[in-house]
């Protein structure tokens, strides 16, 4: 009788379980949201201002080391900058002088770029209100200086929010060091400070001398002046952010990255014969850089860093009773973590003139930082002549009831491959085996696929990789994300977490879930691989994700900061350097720089927004001769090889094809049939013809350094390398010509450097 009456009420009995269910994990997310609010006084009633920093103000100095003179004015809180050797004068903040129409801005924006920081903040007691903005020149009404050795800390008091932040101006050398500790910002009230935009009008011009923007969009990018008058009225600043979007999720990992992530903490203003430069070295992971040319909101162009103090993140709230009397009301509200992010943040700005007043002299700024600071070193192996090659091993095929596999390229064809090339003389190359798992679509991080050869067929291929030391092969390993399906993953421990202790997770369409994982399961699971391959000394390693994103984890049993996560990915590198394995990494953001003997996947374009005038390889100047590297372009999935070529000339990179032994039409319905021409008989004259011309007229170039990159018009460019060596490209469809150099239409001209 029971039991009939349990299953007439079945329906009712599983809906309220399904209630209970969505209550007791609203209510966690609530309880858990409560534990991250910052604890706050109501108590606290702001002083009285006693600082005005739109009143006028001399500029005295205080520092002078040769090279650099610092002034500073205690009435604005607001810095200067003379070159002393040029004799140019450099303003943090905006006067009528940068700015003609100044008097004339309404009262917001004048004190807004009469402002050395402006600062962001949550209200903790309306924590669904939104983020409020304070600037220095209208919301601070404390200021308090102290000089320090070349220099000056100043503390800015925001006396209605009860925040005080505290920033150091020093001079070092030829350049301006900007540090903001984090044991001095303070919090008097029910406001919590996440973001600090440092020094927003350093370098800030017009467009009357002619210069561009610099930003780390793709492999960089420039926003020209010249080209205001064409730019959309609609026109956006663009922020990118250190490493990852600043939102950590896979959607943003998987389809978002390139339009907001920087590989590099850096950024740069041209104005006539002098720039400014800056790159942060401290904290850089919580950064962020933004853009605003003229014609976003001021005729103005300008950039700067934002440094985030705090890590922010969504909350989805259901409209539940969370058991105490209070219910959520449903959407997405933001919440702040209840800790600041335990981290100084340090910016440098280096003053360029004349000839290194260009992006070409940043990266010489920046390579010059790399290198000294121990965090790019010179591979073992230089040479962008090197034929690139990645080779799909196999896939998957979804089936009614069971997956297909589909095989691609096996161990022993690979082999083949190789062979085939060295009887065309072709026997230095990188070589990267993608997809040659079991379980391919489940993020397994080791073990040959049987229809591969399995580890026999490794052990072949193992063995011809150390009988042919030219050769290198890479077997490709996902690590960073795991799936459901992934043999032995602790969701508890090794998943990681958002504040709100909810994994970081995306559901695939066949009802799977991929997740980010923890650091420190990253590097654990690194070590059982390294200790796979010792049966396979002829075979590097290849991470197809550690170069792209480094992010936050709140997993309670091993947290990270985002800094402490870049620190756990390069010490997994340096792992690998101890087993005594060559590195390869798709992607390129910049902490991989010091343990990459390859890069692969290395972009050289950018997004592709509405201010972008043209792409610039920043990235590759920074590491050209010291790291070799290839394109994400592959030349069999080209629409015009000679303008791809053109592209890899133009950028350092080596010729780069991305093959399958089978043939392409296999791979119809799979998750790769984006690969649609990639059959090695197809390819292979193409292929061995394209290395050859590279060899022929590039192979001097091995090792060497690009110094130079200029856009000659629209669709000329001209790079020099340390050698002397000058190459003239044109992509247009008629002859161009440049200093005397006449560049045939779709080609190139190459001279000096011996020739």
């Known amino acids: 009788?029971?039991?009939?009456?349990?299953?007439?009420?079945?329906?009712?009995?599983?809906?309220?379980?399904?209630?209970?269910?969505?209550?007791?994990?609203?209510?966690?997310?609530?309880?858990?949201?409560?534990?991250?609010?910052?604890?706050?006084?109501?108590?606290?009633?702001?002083?009285?201002?006693?600082?005005?920093?739109?009143?006028?103000?001399?500029?005295?100095?205080?520092?002078?080391?040769?090279?650099?003179?610092?002034?500073?004015?205690?009435?604005?809180?607001?810095?200067?900058?003379?070159?002393l050797e040029s004799g140019k004068l450099y303003k943090s903040i905006v006067d009528e002088e940068v700015y003609p129409t100044l008097k004339k801005s309404n009262k917001q924006w004048k004190a807004h770029m009469q402002s050395a920081i402006t600062i962001k903040y949550n209200d903790l007691k309306k924590r669904d209100s939104g983020v409020k903005e304070a600037s220095a020149g209208k919301d601070c009404g404390s200021l308090t200086s102290e000089y320090i050795d070349n220099g000056v800390r100043v503390t800015y008091g925001f006396l209605t929010p009860g925040i005080y932040v505290t920033v150091e101006y020093t001079i070092e050398g030829n350049e301006l060091v900007v540090r903001v500790p984090y044991d001095k910002i303070e919090e008097k009230s029910k406001f919590a400070v996440t973001t600090i935009a440092v020094l927003p009008y350093l370098g800030a011009c017009g467009n009357e001398n002619g210069g561009y923007l610099f930003y780390p969009d793709g492999s960089g990018a420039?926003?020209?002046?010249?080209?205001?008058?064409?730019?959309?009225?609609?026109?956006?600043?663009?922020?990118?952010?250190?490493?990852?979007?600043?939102?950590?999720?896979?959607?943003?990992?998987?389809?978002?990255?390139?339009?907001?992530?920087?590989?590099?903490?850096?950024?740069?203003?041209?104005?006539?014969?002098?720039?400014?430069?800056?790159?942060?070295?401290?904290?850089?992971?919580?950064?962020?850089?933004?853009?605003?040319?003229?014609?976003?909101?001021?005729?103005?162009?300008?950039?700067?860093?934002?440094?985030?103090?705090?890590?922010?993140?969504?909350?989805?709230?259901?409209?539940?009773?969370?058991?105490?009397?209070?219910t959520a009301t449903g959407g997405i509200v933001q919440r702040v973590d209840?800790?600041?992010?335990?981290?100084?943040?340090?910016?440098?700005?280096?003053?360029?003139?004349g000839e290194a007043a260009d992006y070409s002299g940043m990266a010489d700024v920046y390579r010059n930082y790399l290198i000294s600071s121990g965090q790019l070193n010179k591979a073992d192996k230089v040479d962008n002549t090197a034929l690139a090659l990645q080779l799909l091993m196999g896939t998957t095929k979804e089936g009614i009831v069971f997956d297909e596999y589909v095989t691609?390229?096996?161990?022993?064809?690979?082999?083949?491959?190789?062979?085939?090339?060295?009887?065309?003389?072709?026997?230095?190359?990188?070589?990267?085996?993608?997809?040659?798992?079991?379980?391919y679509n489940e993020y397994e991080y080791w073990g040959p696929d049987r229809h591969l050869g399995g580890k026999s067929g490794l052990k072949d291929m193992s063995e011809y990789a150390a009988a042919n030391?030219?050769?290198?092969?890479?077997?490709?390993?996902?690590?960073?994300?795991?799936?459901?399906?992934?043999?032995?993953?602790?969701?508890?421990?090794?998943?990681?977490?958002?504040?709100?202790?909810?994994e970081i997770a995306m559901k695939d369409f066949d009802g799977t879930f991929r997740y980010l994982r923890n650091p420190a399961a990253i590097r654990n699971t690194n070590t059982k691989m390294l200790g796979k391959y010792d049966n396979y000394p002829g075979l590097d390693i290849g991470y197809f994700d550690i170069g792209y994103f480094a992010y936050p984890d709140f997993n309670e049993w091993h947290p990270y900061t985002k800094t402490e996560t870049v620190e756990e990915?390069?010490?997994?590198?340096?792992?690998?350097?101890?087993?005594?394995?060559?590195?390869?990494?798709?992607?390129?953001?910049?902490?991989?720089?010091?343990?990459?003997?390859?890069?692969?996947?290395?972009?050289?374009?950018?997004?592709?927004?509405?201010?972008?005038?043209?792409?610039?390889?920043?990235?590759?100047?920074?590491?050209?001769?010291?790291?070799?590297?290839?394109?994400?372009?592959?030349?069999?999935?080209?629409?015009?090889?000679?303008?791809?070529?053109?592209?890899?000339?133009?950028?350092?990179?080596?010729?780069?094809?991305?093959?399958?032994?089978?043939?392409?039409?296999?791979?119809?319905?799979?998750?790769a049939d984006t690969l649609f021409s990639s059959t090695w008989s197809d390819w292979k004259p193409?292929?061995?013809?394209?290395?050859?011309?590279?060899?022929?007229?590039?192979?001097?170039?091995?090792?060497?350094?690009?110094?130079?990159?200029?856009?000659?018009?629209?669709?000329?460019?001209?790079?020099?390398?340390?050698?002397?060596?000058?190459?003239?490209?044109?992509?247009?469809?008629?002859?161009?010509?440049?200093?005397?150099?006449?560049?045939?239409?779709?080609?190139?001209?190459?001279?000096?450097?011996?020739?």
Do not use: C
């Open 222 to 326: 420039v926003t020209t002046f010249e080209r205001v008058g064409e730019r959309s009225a609609n026109a956006k600043m663009a922020i990118y952010y250190t490493y990852s979007n600043k939102a950590v999720s896979l959607n943003n990992l998987f389809f978002n990255y390139e339009r907001y992530t920087a590989a590099l903490p850096v950024f740069g203003i041209k104005n006539g014969d002098s720039a400014v430069f800056g790159y942060a070295t401290v904290g850089e992971s919580n950064t962020g850089i933004g853009v605003y040319p003229s014609g976003v909101v001021l005729d103005l162009n300008r950039a700067g860093f934002e440094v985030y103090v705090r890590n922010v993140y969504n909350v989805d709230m259901y409209s539940i009773s969370s058991g105490d009397g209070n």
């Open 1 to 83: 009788m029971i039991k009939d009456f349990l299953l007439s009420r079945l329906g009712t009995i599983i809906f309220f379980i399904i209630v209970a269910v969505l209550f007791l994990v609203g209510s966690s997310r609530i309880k858990k949201a409560r534990q991250n609010a910052i604890t706050y006084s109501n108590e606290y009633e702001a002083p009285e201002a006693d600082a005005d920093l739109q009143a006028d103000g001399e500029y005295v100095p205080i520092a002078n080391n040769g090279q650099l003179e610092l002034l500073y004015s205690d009435v604005k809180g607001a810095i200067q900058i003379r070159d």
């Open 469 to 502: 030391p030219g050769i290198r092969v890479f077997i490709e390993s996902d690590l960073v994300a795991a799936s459901s399906e992934t043999n032995g993953l602790d969701r508890e421990k090794e998943v990681a977490y958002n504040g709100l202790n909810t």
């Open 686 to 755: 193409v292929l061995t013809d394209t290395y050859r011309e590279f060899k022929e007229n590039f192979g001097a170039l091995a090792g060497k350094r690009m110094t130079a990159h200029t856009v000659l018009s629209e669709k000329s460019r001209k790079i020099e390398y340390e050698d002397g060596t000058a190459i003239y490209l044109n992509y247009s469809d008629k002859d161009e010509t440049f200093e005397g150099i006449t560049i045939p239409a779709k080609d190139y001209v190459v001279i000096g450097g011996g020739r």
């Open 408 to 439: 691609m390229t096996t161990f022993d064809q690979a082999v083949e491959i190789l062979d085939a090339l060295k009887m065309q003389g072709i026997t230095d190359t990188e070589l990267v085996l993608t997809g040659w798992q079991k379980d």
């Open 569 to 671: 990915l390069k010490n997994t590198l340096k792992d690998t350097e101890a087993a005594g394995k060559a590195i390869a990494v798709k992607g390129q953001n910049q902490y991989v720089f010091g343990s990459a003997d390859y890069i692969y996947g290395i972009s050289d374009a950018n997004f592709g927004l509405a201010i972008t005038d043209y792409a610039v390889p920043f990235v590759q100047m920074v590491i050209s001769g010291l790291i070799p590297y290839s394109s994400g372009n592959a030349g069999n999935l080209s629409y015009d090889l000679q303008t791809q070529k053109l592209q890899w000339i133009e950028f350092g990179s080596m010729p780069m094809f991305y093959l399958t032994y089978e043939s392409a039409l296999k791979l119809r319905d799979t998750d």
């Open 338 to 353: 209840k800790q600041l992010i335990p981290e100084d943040k340090v910016i440098r700005y280096a003053f360029l003139d």
